[in-house]
Structures are given as structure tokens and as C-alpha cells.
């Protein structure tokens, strides 16, 4: 029973084949370097290069950060969106959960008030 959960998982994270040359044709599409897109989407030059190598499955976050910086069409989204794993990297719910009043690293802190 564990290790279909296993394997399961590992087949859903397995990305669809023409997903990066898609992603690829969508970057050059938009005259970006690979290296520009990936910082513009707050990536590493590496991840993205993964991606469109068909290595690695972006998160929903990182899929949505891809989807408005290469300005994806409504169709390549869609395709984006559904090979998209929702329980890793920044999507991974233990990054949402939160103590009460506890704030997230990514959360910038609030200037002194400046009026004391």
C-alpha cells in the first residue's frame, strides 16, 4: 500500500512531454533570455531551465508566476495550470501554516512609525 502511494505521487509529478518545449516556445515568443524570464518570475535560472527540459513539475505558484510572465495564452495555461502539483515548493501547504500571529520570512516587516 506504501509504495503505490509512492508511485502515485511520482507519476502525477512527472510532467506532460510538451510541456517545456511549450514553455520554452512561449519565453522566445516574448524575446526573453531564459535567464531574464527565470528572474523576472523570481526563479533561478536552473529551475526554469529543469522545467523546460521536461526535469522538474513547477508548483501552482510558480506555474501561475510563469503563466503572467510569458504571457501565456488562455490555452497554454490551461495546460500549464493542469500539470502544476499543488503540494510542492511555495504551494506546499506546511508554507501556509501559520501560528496564530506568526508571520511568514517572506512577509517584509512594517517601518517604525515614525511618529514617536
Known amino acids: 500500500?506504501?509504495?503505490?502511494?509512492?508511485a502515485r505521487v511520482w507519476l502525477r509529478r512527472v510532467p506532460p512531454v510538451e510541456l517545456g518545449p511549450m514553455l520554452a516556445a512561449a519565453r522566445a515568443r516574448t524575446g526573453l533570455a531564459?535567464?531574464?524570464?527565470?528572474?523576472?518570475?523570481?526563479?533561478?535560472?536552473?529551475?526554469?531551465?529543469?522545467?523546460?527540459?521536461?526535469?522538474?513539475?513547477?508548483?501552482?505558484?510558480v506555474a501561475e508566476r510563469?503563466?503572467?510572465?510569458?504571457?501565456?495564452?488562455?490555452d497554454e495555461r490551461?495546460?500549464?495550470?493542469?500539470?502544476?502539483?499543488?503540494d510542492a515548493g511555495y504551494s506546499h501547504p506546511s508554507r501556509n501554516a501559520r501560528l496564530p500571529g506568526e508571520r511568514s520570512i517572506a512577509t517584509p516587516l512594517k517601518p517604525p512609525d515614525s511618529s514617536l
Do not use: D, W
Request: hydrophobic residues 40%.
Open 78 to 86: 490551461r495546460k500549464l495550470f493542469a500539470a502544476a502539483v499543488t
Open 66 to 74: 510563469l503563466a503572467e510572465v510569458l504571457e501565456l495564452t488562455p
Open 34 to 61: 531564459q535567464r531574464r524570464a527565470s528572474a523576472i518570475a523570481g526563479l533561478s535560472g536552473h529551475y526554469l531551465n529543469a522545467i523546460e527540459a521536461g526535469q522538474r513539475t513547477p508548483s501552482r505558484v
Open 1 to 6: 500500500m506504501r509504495e503505490e502511494s509512492k
